[in-house]
């Protein structure tokens, strides 16, 4: 082949080159997200630590399967109805000291 037909077909070469379709990106718009989410979730946790019993649904009785108007406290919330979402213990030990005359 001559030289000059290789020359001719370099610019050819080039255009078909594997290129970078910004997939890269994708990877750091979906880190991005997840670190926006999780500020969100630490943020809620702060301010909203509880969420309903799943056991009682909130009411803190676990009703009687025979004698259905009767209950006792519910074993898993210990009748208080509600308990801490995930990641969120103790979420006012930094007010501790705040809340020791009231008990």
Request: include cysteine; proline fraction near 6%.
């Amino acid at each position: 082949m001559p030289l000059s037909a290789l020359h001719s077909l370099a610019p050819l070469a080039a255009d078909t080159a594997p290129q970078d379709d910004g997939g890269g990106r994708g990877w750091l718009l979906l880190i991005l997200a997840a670190a926006v989410y999780g500020l969100g979730y630490a943020i809620s946790i702060r301010i909203h630590p509880y969420k309903n019993c799943p056991r009682c649904n909130g009411a803190g009785r676990h009703r009687g399967a025979l004698f259905s108007h009767a209950y006792r406290a519910c074993d898993r919330c210990g009748g208080k109805g509600r308990e801490y979402r995930v990641f969120a213990r103790r979420p006012y030990a930094q007010n501790e000291h705040k809340r020791r005359g009231r008990r």
